[in-house]
């Protein structure tokens, strides 16, 4: 979700039945493209996307030989998990063996637990946390606001409340606007 900016409701569904191929994502949405290492993603139904007007497309690339390469992680996931092209993506061996869809309690907790991991307090996370942090890292890099509001599929600009300033970039605002000011008002020759 991070490296997405989707909503859980198109990763997961909230229970094992409520399972929709047409809202939430299955094996055959997801398709590696060698040429670009990269995954190409299809959601047909979202949030922005309720009469299914289009497809919301998005590319992950993928990094080579990096601990978190998106694509060897995805390879890697489906190999150990084989499932048929309509099942579910995201899937688990429950204590019976049985491949069964990861819902959105499963994804909150394995969220909680991830962050606990971390050290962090696990109260102040959920997997919307994803999504938010997801939009702050990616206007963090420095690309166009509107990439951001692409891949999460945002229709208005919402998405800019999620950008939490860090301390560089509290910094950089202060530099540029001394910059300013000192343009402005050169200093004398003292």
């Given at each position: 979700m991070y490296a997405l900016r989707?909503?859980?409701s198109n990763l997961v569904p909230g229970s094992s039945v409520l399972f929709?191929?047409?809202?939430?994502?299955?094996?055959?949405?997801?398709?590696?493209?060698?040429?670009?290492?990269?995954?190409?993603?299809?959601?047909?139904?979202?949030?922005?996307?309720?009469?299914?007007?289009?497809?919301?497309?998005?590319?992950v690339t993928g990094s080579k030989g990096a601990p978190l390469d998106p694509v060897?992680?995805?390879?890697?996931?489906?190999a150990a998990h084989p499932a048929a092209p309509a099942d579910p993506f995201f899937m688990f061996r429950g204590a019976d063996g049985v491949l069964q869809p990861l819902t959105f309690d499963g994804l909150a907790s394995g969220v909680k637990e991830l962050v606990a991991l971390l050290g962090l307090d696990p109260s102040q996370y959920a997997s919307h946390s994803l999504r938010r942090g997801g939009a702050s890292g990616a206007l963090a890099s420095g690309l166009a606001p509107f990439f951001t509001r692409f891949q999460g599929d945002w229709k208005s600009e919402c998405y800019l409340r999620y950008y939490t300033l860090g301390l560089r970039d509290m910094l950089r605002i202060s530099a540029a606007m001394l910059s300013q000011v000192n343009r402005a008002w050169p200093a004398s020759g003292s």
């Open positions: 989707v909503y859980r929709e191929g047409r809202k939430h994502l299955r094996r055959c949405d997801v398709v590696f493209v060698p040429e670009l290492y990269a995954l190409r993603l299809t959601l047909r139904e979202t949030k922005t996307l309720q009469f299914r007007e289009r497809e919301h497309v998005i590319f060897r992680l995805y390879q890697d996931y489906v």
